[in-house]
């Protein structure tokens, strides 16, 4: 029954306020659909803070239509608040789509960029399909969003395909409620939409009547090609080409930092890598990240992807573009961001033939433009859960949803794998990764960024946090801000808050907060703390004893002058007796030196980092005296370690204040060990069961000191899959309720959401 007579029928009218991921998604034509279902009659439109629906019909059919609406939802909608108000019966004729009405207040959520569906993928490949081999096919359910946004609403006046009118057929798909197109706002075709075309590294365009084809036949010939995807440019080669590979390693300037790589389909990556149920859930996720995989051995793929390292991270196509390239026959193209080392990857076209011209022998290019890059996320499934190691395209701009409402907050990250994070409401925005703040390039990025998630999520801070380095150039960026309050946060405290906000955490915790780099408030370098944490403020309660970090910064690229530092705290003078690896292999004029810079305290500032621990055990042992990556001698150190192990080194610590840890039983232990001609893996396994029994058993201490129960674990030494499982399992089993990460990396790129949260505590004070 229809409402003709709002007086003789059991006829209501509703106004529904929706908030959440609810534009560019499909959500308005799956509600015109409902709505025909239930007979309702009213309107639904676009607004900035969401949608807004009229409708009108019988009570249980509306009934039925707000269950549904929230129950069956498309895929890639996520409401988030749903407020329903009474109205007066107004007598809808039908149900119709309005015109987006543009608020003073923006708060919708928006998209990320996802992967092709398989509608659109069976499309892609079928002969008399008209978009039949066309790149940037797309619907409601897939194709880019937030790298193609200027502002919101979300329509295509607001995005990158403003350039281009659509064709008669696409305008009425666009029109039709009923087609899987409709309001698309990229869609397009071939007549009328974006275009791929292949340019040599001059910038000349080839006369290629296929460009992807001819693309192909070049990296199978081994050259580099640079392609234009959703978030920016990626360098390309076939995986299995050796002299390629080392090629590209040798022109990109990244000498051992393992490659990503794409294929096809789960069945090939199976050739090259095992994969668990899990993993290829998210490798077939619409988010598409790239997951970390064990390598199988022996395996096709050229051994100078993944040097060093028994994991390939590996991921499945995502656009059109990707999936027409490898269906010609390709095991796996490495796929890495199209940037030199330490410079944000290109997006433009004109920036990418200047920048890596000298790298890519070829460009596959296309004409839509990409207003804001995005690298791809990494992932991988460890400890029961998946964990971020970067967090970008596929999962930014999905907010991580906060337990109370903050003010507009402005937290501007640290100096490496930085991220900002603006909070607004219920929502902490954390921006995808912008990379190491090292230079002009990035830092013009990281800037950028913030301008424009700015706008398009109309955030304007009352407040500003920041690290308390003061060399950072987030911490520069912050201070040069005008007529805002400042906040300084201490680096381990917003490891530890970050992880508590993403787990919906109030009170105080214990927090173990590792990694390699961290300012302390006593103007020390920290990174091997257990904090009693809680948003507003935090006490240290243990950490590792300081030890020299000589030439201060180099320490960090050269771990043989760690490796001096803790045999040196550890032996004083007699260390020179010792018959280790890092005395044949560097000068010993080179180490007198380090050990008088130690000893007079020349640029050699105190550290408690676990990280560079771990660096120092990597150069004591043999394996790593120098590094082209973060993390690196760290990261081998963790792959030499095969086998579990009961075994571990003496270990103690002396208690006052607070505890300290010291390291010189562990040292003499792993000295001691290579005397007796022990396996460096076997070395490597018992430091890392050194460390989680001497933590756990110390957080016991901490817990009968502070009646504490709940432990948070946060900072880059946490992506030690070793370390993060073994702790976990030895707290838990020690009665511990323990929380980790699973929506923003335990690195630095989640740190900017602790800074917000703690911010948040000065303007609720």
């Known amino acids: 029954m229809d409402c003709k007579n709002a007086m003789t029928c059991n006829c209501v009218a509703k106004k529904l306020n929706i908030n959440g991921i609810v534009q560019g998604v499909g959500f308005r034509p799956f509600v015109y659909q409902l709505a025909a279902q239930y007979k309702i009659k009213g309107d639904i439109a676009n607004t900035s803070s969401g949608v807004t629906i009229h409708i ?106 403003k350039h281009f009118k659509m064709c008669k057929m696409c305008q009425n798909e666009y029109d039709d409620p009923e087609n899987r197109r409709f309001h698309a706002q990229p ?140 269906q010609y026959g390709f095991t796996a193209l490495v796929m890495t961001s199209g940037n030199m080392s330490e410079e944000p990857i290109c997006i433009d076209n004109e920036d990418a033939l200047k920048r890596l011209s000298e790298v890519a022998d070829y460009f596959l290019i296309h004409n839509r433009d990409i207003y804001l890059r995005s690298d791809d996320s990494i992932v991988k499934h460890t400890s029961g859960d998946t964990r971020f190691i970067r967090r970008s395209r596929g999962y930014i701009p999905v907010p991580v949803f906060l337990k109370k409402k903050v003010p507009h907050i402005l937290a501007c990250g640290g100096g490496l794998k930085s991220t900002i994070c603006l909070t607004k409401g219920n929502n902490a925005f954390i921006s995808q990764h912008i990379g190491d703040l090292e230079n002009q390039a990035t830092y013009e990025f990281y800037q950028l960024t913030i301008r424009h998630m700015k706008r398009i999520l109309d955030i304007d801070p009352v407040l500003i946090a920041y690290d308390l380095h003061p060399d950072y150039l987030s911490t520069t960026y912050a201070l040069e801000q005008q007529n805002i309050e400042k906040v300084p946060v201490q680096h381990h405290h917003a490891h530890i808050v970050s992880c508590m906000a993403e787990n919906r955490l109030d009170g105080q915790v214990i927090g173990l907060s590792f990694d390699g780099t961290g300012y302390g408030t006593d103007g020390n370098i920290w990174g091997g703390e257990i904090l009693i944490s809680e948003d507003k403020r935090f006490e240290r309660a243990a950490h590792l004893s300081y030890v020299s970090m000589p030439g201060s910064e180099a320490a960090i690229k050269e771990p043989w002058r760690m490796a001096v530092s803790y045999l040196y705290d550890a032996f004083g003078k007699e260390l020179y007796s010792l018959d280790l690896p890092v005395f044949k292999e560097i000068d010993e004029k080179k180490i007198q030196f380090i050990v008088e810079m130690i000893s007079k305290q020349i640029n050699s500032p105190s550290t408690s980092s676990l990280g560079r621990f771990f660096d120092g055990i990597a150069a004591i042992i043999g394996i790593r005296n120098h590094v082209v990556f973060e993390g690196q001698a760290a990261m081998e150190l ?119 949260m703690i911010a948040a505590t000065v303007a609720n004070s």
């Not at 370690?641 to 300290?660: P, Q």
Request: proline share 6%.
């Open 187 to 326: 869609n397009a075709c071939e007549k009328c939409g974006p275009h791929v075309s292949l340019h040599d590294n001059s910038g000349k365009k080839l006369d290629a009547q296929n460009p992807v084809e001819k693309t192909a036949k070049l990296l199978k010939q081994g050259y580099i090609v640079a392609i234009k995807g959703l978030g920016g440019f990626h360098l390309a080669v076939d995986a299995e080409n050796d002299d390629a590979v080392s090629m590209l390693r040798s022109r990109k300037h990244r000498e051992e930092k393992p490659l990503a790589i794409m294929s096809c389909d789960i069945e090939h990556i199976r050739e090259y890598a095992y994969v668990q149920p899990k993993e290829e859930e998210l490798l077939k996720s619409f988010h598409r990240p790239i997951v970390i995989l064990k390598k199988k051995e022996p395996n096709p793929i050229s051994k100078e992807v993944s040097p060093g390292n028994r994991y390939f991270g590996s991921m499945l196509p995502y656009t059109p573009l990707h999936y027409m390239l490898l």
């Open 638 to 756: 963790e792959m030499l370690a095969e086998k579990n192990t009961n075994k571990t080194y003496d270990f103690e610590w002396i208690s006052g204040d607070m505890h300290r840890i010291l390291l010189q039983p562990i040292v003499c232990g792993v000295v001691d060990d290579m005397s007796k001609g022990v396996h460096p893996s076997d070395i490597s396994s018992k430091f890392h069961a050194t460390i989680i029994k001497m933590f756990s058993e110390l957080c016991n201490i901490v817990r009968k000191e502070s009646g504490l129960n709940r432990i948070a674990l946060s900072g880059g030494v946490f992506q030690n899959s070793i370390i993060l499982t073994g702790l976990m399992e030895k707290l838990e089993e020690k009665g511990f309720q323990v929380f980790t990460h699973t929506q923003v990396p335990a690195n630095d790129g989640g740190i900017s959401l602790g800074q917000a």
């Open 56 to 161: 009108e019909g019988i009570r249980d059919n509306i009934e039925s239509f707000c269950r549904d609406l929230t129950e069956k939802s498309p895929p890639l909608a996520h409401i988030t608040e749903t407020s329903i108000h009474s109205e007066t019966v107004k007598g809808f004729k039908e149900f119709s789509i309005a015109q987006s009405i543009d608020q003073a207040d923006c708060s919708t959520l928006i998209s990320p960029d996802v992967s092709i569906c398989d509608d659109c993928l069976r499309e892609l490949f079928y002969p008399d399909d008209r978009r039949f081999q066309y790149p940037f096919i797309n619907c409601t359910n897939c194709g880019p969003r937030y790298t193609i946004i200027s502002d919101i609403p979300y329509d295509r006046p607001k995005t990158s395909m």
